[in-house]
């Protein structure tokens, strides 16, 4: 890689803008966490594939959460709560639709409308979003939702 285009990242104590692979910051010079990418390997499997797998349905991620060493492993129990979360989000979200649609119902014509275009755009919108979550993973990344991805890094922090 060209050293004058290195990507840059800030540091995490004093916020100076530094070459991502820079073991030591330059202005604090406290030791770069690298924790951010997932490369390590978890088991039988590579940490970014264990996190990638815990969103397929919600299985694997209570196997992983229950399972030594996947259990025991933060980026693995962070995907693996994240997607439980989400479920759990999901979930309620349909029955919110579900009781919203009871009294659309009632509205003719317009009313099944729009429970049609309501129901398409959250669906279009989940499977957005476990792309993306499933993409992130394989990346390495601690991709965080709002609101469940500080949730789910909380839990994962607590070993
Ligand atoms: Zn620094």
Redesign the pocket.
Known sequence: MDPTNVPLTS?P????Q?PETAAF?P????PMQTETRAQGTVGALRENIAGALAYLTFIPAIVFLVLEPYNKNRFVRFHSVQCLLLWGAAILLAIALKLASVVLFIIPVLGPLLVLLVSTVVGLAAVVIWLVLVVKAFQGEMFKLPMLGDLAGQYAGSI
Do not use: E, P
Request: charged share 10%; net charge positive.
């Open positions: 540091c104590h004093c916020g100076a530094i910051c202005g604090c010079g406290r």
